[in-house]
């Protein structure tokens, strides 16, 4: 096999770069992220100013060019969702904005909860902290943080009472946000501390300190506070279980050597002379009696349930206050905050008739279309495509739905007809707020509190 023989040119001979102008392979390079069917490639951001300097190129970021190309296109806005994109920003700014959206926006959330009764079967522990997941339709900017030994009061805490009971013979019954009710004249409990007086025109001291009721404020005349949703479960409460009291002799009289054991399907409590707390062991939610019989006399077994007949019972202060969410995930004001580069999906040529097929059926998310180049029709996604319509081009009609899944490109030589890219100045934004503030608010807040941190920068290098 005879080796080909390569060309020299010197190096005298080879074309000038052009000045103040990037050869078209860099351009690509500086500003999109080639992703192959293996991985990713160019992913890193060119910070440096000189990077380009040979070529005459000036890589630094000026104010005045960064003011001009930076724009914000909202896409789509409901009440608690919104997307938008974000254009010539770098890829740190965005994640800068997430995180804070994430993390560093106040919120009040249910931090406290002072149990008065649970009977339920969820322990008080568990119980507090699905109250504290609850998120509260109130505006955070009205409310003062509580620092280490302020008092609660009308301007730093918020008060609900939930109170529910599954009466006997009842269903069991759902507790859901609906229940929590909303205490504008602050706690209702009394103090633990505080001891009876007899003076009736003293007032009862309670886990607040309320100067006023927080429904006469202007704010909250018309907007009460409420939970976001109303239908969240709390917990189940059952009817409970009624046990009678055994009287009977457990054995007639003259049997003073036989053996005797009841079973209860629930935790009770039991009187009995002849029965020993050794002779009582429980598994599997059961107790058992199995004891022999000791004095012989005419006396039975009292059993009291202490589920009762009146059913669970939840009976609960929950006291909200202002935090941030690197505090605990409870006062974050987002569900989730996320952002994805733009997709470009680019055909390095034209694919045709069966090719065109093939490629609109492998596409998972309906990117692609299939124009027919005969008579100039479209055939719209996910449509039957006649074949009797002439020849027919595969054409991009979706990029943004591209969820870089690369089904495209896998497979013989189909990397070589198209080319998926992600632009990287240019970011799709999506805010899905928990109901405390609408999402447009949420990210004009994030940006006043870039602006403070940049402006507490500025000011400890001055």
């Known amino acids: 096999m005879k080796e080909q023989k390569t060309t020299k040119v010197p190096v005298w001979d080879l074309p000038d770069v052009p000045k103040g102008k990037l050869p078209p392979h860099l351009q690509l390079q500086r500003t999109r992220v080639l992703c192959t069917f293996d991985a990713p490639t160019h992913t890193e951001s060119i910070q440096y100013s000189g990077a380009y300097a040979a ?3 000036d890589n630094s970021l000026r104010l005045e060019e960064f003011r001009n190309n930076f724009r914000v296109e909202v896409i789509k806005l409901t009440e608690d969702d919104m997307e938008f994109d974000m254009i010539g920003i770098d890829a740190a700014l965005a994640n ?18 002072l149990v008065a009764n649970n009977t339920s079967v969820i322990q008080d522990e568990v119980l507090a902290h699905r109250l504290g997941l609850i998120p509260l339709k109130v505006d955070p900017r009205l409310f003062n943080y509580m620092i280490e ?12 009472k939930l109170h529910a009971r599954c009466e006997r013979g009842s269903p069991r019954i759902k507790v859901t946000t609906n229940e929590l009710k909303w205490l504008p004249n602050g706690s209702e409990l009394i103090l633990s501390t505080e001891k009876p007086t007899q003076d009736s025109t003293s007032k009862t001291k309670t886990y607040t300190s309320f100067n006023c009721r927080q429904d006469t404020l202007p704010e909250f005349l018309d907007n009460p506070i409420v939970p976001k949703h109303d239908d969240i479960l709390i917990a189940k409460l059952g009817p409970g279980q009624y046990v009678r009291n055994f009287a009977t002799p457990l054995v007639n009289e003259t049997s003073t050597n036989e053996a005797s054991a009841i079973s209860f399907t629930f935790p009770c409590m039991i009187e ?33 349930g202490t589920s009762g007949s009146v059913g669970m019972e939840i009976e609960l202060e929950a006291h909200a206050v202002k935090g941030v969410g690197k505090t605990h995930a409870k006062w974050s004001p987002v569900a989730t905050a996320w952002y994805r580069m733009l997709p470009e999906v680019v ?32 055939i719209v996604f996910d449509q039957f495509i006649d074949r009797q ?45 928990t ?26 290098l001055s």
């Open 55 to 57: 070529m005459g190129v």
């Open 347 to 378: 055909l390095l040529q034209d694919i045709e008739d069966g090719m065109a097929e093939e490629l609109f059926k492998k596409c998972p998310v309906g990117v692609f279309d299939i124009e027919d180049i005969g008579k100039g029709s479209l």
């Open 149 to 160: 030994n302020d008092e609660p009061n009308e301007k730093n805490t918020i008060v609900f």
């Open 96 to 113: 800068a904005f997430r995180r804070i959206l994430i993390a560093e926006l106040p919120t009040m959330a249910i931090e406290k909860v």
């Open 272 to 304: 009995s002379p002849h029965v020993s707390s050794n002779d009582t062991f429980s598994f599997g939610g059961f107790i058992k009696l199995a004891g022999a019989v000791g004095s012989g006399k005419n006396e039975g077994l009292n059993v009291m």
């Open 389 to 433: 319509l002439g020849r027919k081009r595969a054409t991009v009609a979706r990029p943004r739905s591209c969820t870089l899944c690369r089904e495209c490109i896998r497979g013989d030589d189909w990397d070589k007809l198209l080319s998926l890219r992600r632009v990287k100045d240019h970011f799709i934004f999506t805010i899905e707020s």
């Open 435 to 460: 109901g405390a503030l609408p999402p447009e608010i949420l990210f004009t807040e994030a940006v006043q509190i870039l602006e403070e941190k940049c402006e507490r920068v500025i000011s400890e």
